[in-house]
């Protein structure tokens, strides 16, 4: 089951300070996200994301990001930021060292993250976001003709929509975490 989470919207590291908005990861402390996460389609539990406090860490103004699985008092800690080149990272330490990609402030057909690239950027395959342009990530396509049934579960996935932030993520073990509600604040300048 998917426990890890993202980053969404902000502002570039470069000496300047200058801001880059990603619509895709929209970064202001405050913001909320909430998941419905579930395990071969059953629910299992929630997952709440938030942004709650930002500070500047050598050059980047960062997010420090709280993610609670269910009940579970105590909540996973990274930071978020943009990168001088305009990719929103992760790091799950203050220091910023090892940070991942999640998505770029302009992303592009093709483009990688780790090991999920975008497939498609168009509107959203979920009914409650119809209307939302979304950006496609994923490991490798599920829906290759004659896919086994263990490659098809070992999917990886995230979908980003603008305006919104991650609206979905499955983990490559049959589970996934759908957004169901969220509050977005305005970034700060």
Not at 55 to 63: E, I, L, M, P
Not at 140 to 152: D, L
Request: charge should be positive; glycine fraction near 10%.
């Amino acid at each position: 089951m998917v426990v890890a989470c993202c980053a969404f919207g902000a502002y570039s590291a470069n000496a300047q300070n200058v801001p880059i908005e990603s619509a895709y990861f929209p970064l202001a402390s405050g913001n909320t996200w909430t998941y419905r996460c579930s395990l071969e389609g059953e629910y299992q539990t929630t997952k709440k994301v938030a942004l709650t406090t930002v500070t500047q860490n050598g050059g980047f103004k960062t997010y420090r990001m709280e993610v609670r699985v269910g009940k579970d008092p105590k909540p996973l800690v990274s930071y978020v930021y943009v990168s001088a080149d305009g990719i929103v990272m992760e790091a799950f330490k203050e220091t910023l060292e090892d940070a991942r990609p999640l998505i770029s402030v302009s992303p592009k057909v093709n483009q990688g993250f780790g090991d999920l690239k975008v497939v498609k950027i168009g509107r959203s395959d979920m009914e409650k976001y119809s209307k939302v342009k979304t950006v496609f990530l994923e490991n490798y396509s599920a829906e290759t003709p004659g896919i086994s049934q263990e490659k098809y579960w070992a999917w990886r996935g995230k979908r980003y929509g603008q305006g919104i932030g991650l609206l979905v993520e499955a983990d490559g073990a049959g589970g996934d975490c759908e957004l169901s509600t969220y509050r977005l604040k305005p970034a700060r300048r």
